[in-house]
């Protein structure tokens, strides 16, 4: 069974930076794309970042390009998401997620095609 466990939300004031991690356990197969996803209140969800499992080209929404940073640990499962300069617009629910199906962007504007998904961490960014 999949499963996504994420950490390392929290409130910070704008300017402030967070470091999420998403511990990923249950696949068998060793390519699939991860990626990280937030839902504002009212708001749909977006792609944040994503990322291949061992791959090396991350994609990002432009609204945090430059700013936010996704990596991996291979040798933990784990999957990280760097965010500086963190504006009140960032604050949003912040969820992991994790699909076998592999398309384009690795999934960043498509979480349709995601299958596994964390419990979310919330992120409150201040004015």
């Known amino acids: 069974q999949v499963q996504l466990v994420e950490s390392g939300g929290g409130s910070v004031q704008a300017g402030g930076s967070l470091r999420l991690s998403c511990a990923v356990s ?15 209140p009212g708001k749909e969800r977006e792609g944040v970042a994503s990322i291949l ?7 990002f929404a432009d609204s945090v390009k430059g700013r936010f940073t996704i990596s991996q640990d291979r040798t933990k499962n784990t999957l990280y998401l760097q965010m500086n300069s963190l504006k009140p617009d960032d604050t949003a629910m912040y969820y992991c997620a994790a699909t076998e199906k592999l398309t384009v962007r690795c999934g960043l504007d498509r979480p349709d095609v995601f299958d596994a998904w964390g419990q979310g961490t919330l992120v409150t960014v201040s004015s």
């Not at 249950?26 to 504002?40: I, L, V």
């Not at 499992?53 to 994609?59: C, I, K, N, V």
Request: charged fraction near 10%.
């Open 26 to 40: 249950g696949y068998t197969g060793s390519s699939y794309c991860m990626g990280w996803f937030r839902q504002a």
């Open 53 to 59: 499992r061992g791959g090396f080209t991350p994609y």
